[in-house]
């Protein structure tokens, strides 16, 4: 039976395409503060700001392709069962060719209903206006998890990573909640891999790849075709 790989990914993942992260410099939420632009609050207060922030992204995302650690990951499934868990908007994994790909917050590429969150629409790359309105009547919102809100898929994911044979971590700062918390659910003696430049929240028992993303997925992938990957 193949290997059941569950790949974790964040911002960090997307940064090599071009895609800015949150929390390094010059991120997204240096330019905007959290509770202006990624809060039920702040899209009651100020929809238009809302509205034109992910709008800008989502027009962003149009430009970009994924990369070659996006990539490598979808040509893993030539050989492997591999589950995205990713807490990012972006389509780039699908882009890539992932074919199980599981948004913890959302995706750009889809609009919601503001009052009844069970109707979503694909809108590809397309803004979202103030006064477009769904099917029912009330404004449109970018169909993507802001804080405070609840994860609808955390369940899914938290059913999914104890059955890991491998987990890989990749590109995440690893400080929201209840996504975080996912890598403790992995099962005892099961190799788990943290890819990241940059220093991370303690994962126990990691091995770290203090790499790039599509430096450190080409190297944990040659770590798995030389069966060298131990917990
Ligand atoms: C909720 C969508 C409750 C929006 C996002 C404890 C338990 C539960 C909740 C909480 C808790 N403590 C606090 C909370 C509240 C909150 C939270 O976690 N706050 C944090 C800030 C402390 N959590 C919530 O509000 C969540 N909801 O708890 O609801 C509830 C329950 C029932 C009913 C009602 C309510 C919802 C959180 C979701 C928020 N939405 N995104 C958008 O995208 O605009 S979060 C956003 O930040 C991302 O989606 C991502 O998940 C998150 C973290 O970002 P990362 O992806 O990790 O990116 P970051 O920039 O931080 O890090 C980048 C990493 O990449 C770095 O490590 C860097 O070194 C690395 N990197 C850089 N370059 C590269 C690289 N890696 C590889 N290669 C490179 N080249």
């Not at 590809?124 to 970018?142: A, D, K, N, S, V």
Request: net charge negative.
């Amino acid at each position: 039976m193949k290997d059941h790989i569950v790949v974790l990914t964040g911002a960090g993942i997307s940064a090599e395409s071009g895609l800015s992260t949150f929390r390094d410099n010059g991120g997204l939420w240096e330019k905007h503060s959290v509770y202006d632009v990624a809060t039920p609050a702040a899209f009651a207060r100020n929809p238009e700001l809302v509205l034109r922030f992910y709008n800008e992204r989502r027009s962003q995302l149009k430009t970009v392709q994924p990369n070659s650690a996006h990539r490598a990951l979808a040509t893993l499934e030539q050989s492997h069962r591999v589950t995205i868990i990713t807490q990012n908007v972006d389509d780039l994994h699908e882009r890539a060719g992932s074919s199980e790909v599981i948004h913890l917050h959302g995706e750009l590429t889809k609009a919601r209903s503001s009052k009844w969150a069970d109707h979503i629409y694909d809108i590809g790359y397309r803004p979202i206006e103030l006064g477009e309105h769904c099917e029912f009547g009330t404004q449109l919102r970018p169909h993507v998890v802001w804080f405070g809100e609840e994860v609808p898929m955390i369940e899914v994911a938290a059913d999914i990573v104890p059955a890991a044979d491998l987990l890989l971590i990749v590109g995440t700062s690893l400080q929201v909640y209840p996504a975080a918390g996912l890598v403790d659910l992995v099962g005892a003696g099961v190799p788990v891999t943290v890819i990241d430049p940059g220093e991370t929240a303690g994962v126990s028992r990691a091995h770290v790849i203090r790499k790039g993303a599509c430096e450190g997925v080409a190297e944990w992938i040659g770590c798995l075709a030389r069966n060298d990957l131990t917990d």
